[in-house]
Antibody
Framework: EVQVVQSGGGLVQPGGSLRLSCAASGFTFSSYEMNWVRQAPGKGLEWVSYISSSGDTIHYADSVKGRFTISRDNAKSSVYLQMSSLRADDTAVYYC??????WGRGALVTVSS | EIVLTQSPGTLSLSPGERVTLSCRASQSVSSGYLAWYQQKSGQAPRLLIH???TRAIGIPDRFSGSGSGTDFTLTISRLEPEDFAVYYCQQYGSTSITFGQGTRLEIK
């Protein structure tokens, strides 16, 4: 059974940093691209970042470029989102997803003083 | 970036009715890389349709997608009670993936 388990959300002050993790199981992780998508409270979906199966190709939304870093460790079947210089408008539930088919349950990130 | 505009914003319908949701792109969607998602409150999105018209595994055949270029539709042939949710379209044909703002289906 495919599982995508997220961890790492929480409350952080503006300008701070936070790392989200996503551990996958039930499939050959190194064969699949992964994405991060976020959803601000009461708002729609916003794609955040993409990483290819090997990690060689990475893309970011303009809203997070230069502040967020996506990475993966295929040996640990995990993908990460390192978030820095966080702003109030980064407050959202963050989802990781395998090919947008299998999604984690989401991690709430709240940026507030 | 490709902007996706969904209409209408909200629909109030009754179970058993047929519904068509619209998604219009600001420029042509590459290679038909257009998907539809369903999201219920407090849950992650669920992929319904990819490649404009291919149903994802386990999706009932009352859901169908169509369109090309810049105009796409999702049709639910006969609404079931569990279909009342928010629906999003998404284009994934460019390196900057985008979602529409969503259409909410409400029970009338």
């Amino acid at each position: 059974e495919v599982q995508v388990v997220q961890s790492g959300g929480g409350l952080v002050q503006p300008g701070g940093s936070l790392r989200l993790s996503c551990a996958a199981s039930g499939f050959t992780f190194s064969s699949y691209e992964m994405n991060w998508v976020r959803q601000a409270p009461g708002k729609g979906l916003e794609w955040v970042s993409y990483i290819s199966s090997s990690g060689d190709t990475i893309h970011y939304a303009d809203s997070v470029k230069g502040r967020f870093t996506i990475s993966r460790d295929n040996a640990k079947s995990s993908v990460y989102l390192q978030m820095s210089s966080l702003r109030a408008d980064d407050t959202a539930v963050y989802y990781c997803a395998r090919q947008f088919i299998y999604w984690g349950r989401g991690a709430l990130v709240t940026v507030s003083s | 970036e490709i902007v996706l505009t969904q209409s209408p914003g909200t629909l109030s319908l009754s179970p058993g009715e047929r519904v068509t949701l619209s998604c219009r792109a600001s420029q042509s969607v590459s290679s038909g890389y257009l998907a539809w998602y369903q999201q219920k409150s407090g849950q992650a999105p669920r992929l319904l349709i990819h490649g404009v018209s291919t149903r994802a595994i386990g999706i009932p055949d009352r859901f169908s997608g169509s369109g090309s270029g810049t105009d796409f539709t999702l049709t639910i042939s006969r609404l079931e009670p569990e279909d009342f949710a928010v629906y999003y379209c998404q284009q994934y044909g460019s390196t900057s993936i985008t979602f529409g703002q969503g259409t909410r289906l409400e029970i009338k």
